[in-house]
């Protein structure tokens, strides 16, 4: 790539050089509801209800109420556009992943002076601060409870052992200096961190850094076992681009910030402060999830108390839609990576790729492209099925296909399980797993079967043909040829 990417702006400029990556409007847009509604049918893509589809991401320069702000979105929702941000074909991207965070480059401190994100700075103290006006967020829908910020990376340190970690939730901004900040039960590092901090009765220092380079936001995502407490998933992030991610010392906390952020919020998770997340609109509701659902409105969360904001001069927000095809490829791409990590461990080479589909918006679905080459190997590929739940908790159904099928064409493995497949040989449930609260099946209310809120049977669908039948089911053999002889614009 002509362009190295090393933050949001130079991630714009390389996208600006390659057609049909990214489009800009200067036609005014509301945040409430308009800008997404906007972009659902420009790329959003995912999990959202159609009609909608893969697109560029988007700027848009002229967003009522926040006069000097510009609002980008999309950037990560399509597999083909993450491969030019992080110089890597689509289909290898869990394999980069995959080396990186088994390499990890661990984040290096600059001095403030050396901070592009700290170029301006507003304190909490002035009597005009208020971040709903100094940070663009928009809301997803009109039954959002709030402004959400989606893309914050969310870093903190555990106040027992010192080790930090960055992560990315559900920010609601609440008040003039308030967000509430929701955690998947058992799911993430920072929440070990802020139930050790409320412990001790002391508030836990927390930046939110909003714009960055995308290689963060993708391996933030990264989740245990692959990267249990303790581990930094930036040094990840450093492993992806062979060079260290850039911090600094926050202005009003005692904590660090990426260095090269658009935005960087700083405060603290308030010991004992909860509030309920419609507070200000009483909806019901928060925001679009990535199942393709709009979540409850939590009764009860964290609040995070704001002591500044900094930016860079003429900052640009980030944000995404929950379910689009954005969070697939966050959530996704390092799911792939911790599968194949834990598969190749206890089979090396038998897996050839592995694809978390954007019908399970990154997370509930995976597709294993798994290589029978012995008859010992017959039943394997179930085994790596088990394995890819242990290695993503969070995982529901898994399609186990051939050599032949690709994993990333979801028509080619419906193929497969329409000609390989037979339900009462081939389908192997597990009831009664821990799995996803978001997912509304997970719930006693869809089934008495289910114990808990959460709770999923899970399934492997074996689509792969039975080792000793391999002859009876060759695909249809055509000449290979290269078409760019015939139609060169086309094949480029």
Known sequence: MSEKVTDLRSAIALLQGIEGQLVE????????????????????????MRPTQEGPAMIFNSVNGHPDARVLIGLLSSRKRVGYLLDEKPENLGKLLNKAVQAPIAPVVVPNSEAPCQEVVHLATDPDFDIRKLVPAPTNTEEDAGPYITLGMCYASDPETGDSDVTIHRLCLQSRDEISMYFVP??????????????????????????????IEIAACFEPPTTPLGYNE??????????????????TIDECCIANAEYVIEGELIPGARCREDQNTNTGKAMPEFPGYTGPANPSLPVIKVKAVTTRKNPIMQTCIGPSEEHVSMAGIPTEASIMAMVDKAMPGKLRNVYCASCGGGKYVAVLQFQKTVPSDEGRQRQAALLAFSAFSELKHVFLVDEDVDPFDLSDVIWAMTTRFQADVDLITIPGVRCHPLDPSNDPAYSPSIRDRGISCKAIFDCTVPFDQKDRFQRCKFKDVDPAHWVPELFQ
């Open 25 to 48: 409007t200067d036609v005014p847009v509301e945040p409430h509801a308009e800008l997404s509604g906007v972009y659902r049918h420009v790329g959003a893509g995912g999990t959202v």
């Open 186 to 215: 058992g799911a993430r590092h920072l929440e070990v961190f802020r139930q050790k901090a409320e412990a001790a009765g002391k508030p836990l220092p927390i930046s939110l850094s909003i714009g960055v380079d995308p290689a």
């Open 234 to 251: 930036l040094g990840a992030a450093g492993g992806i681009r062979g060079e260290a991610v850039k911090l600094t010392r926050c202005l």
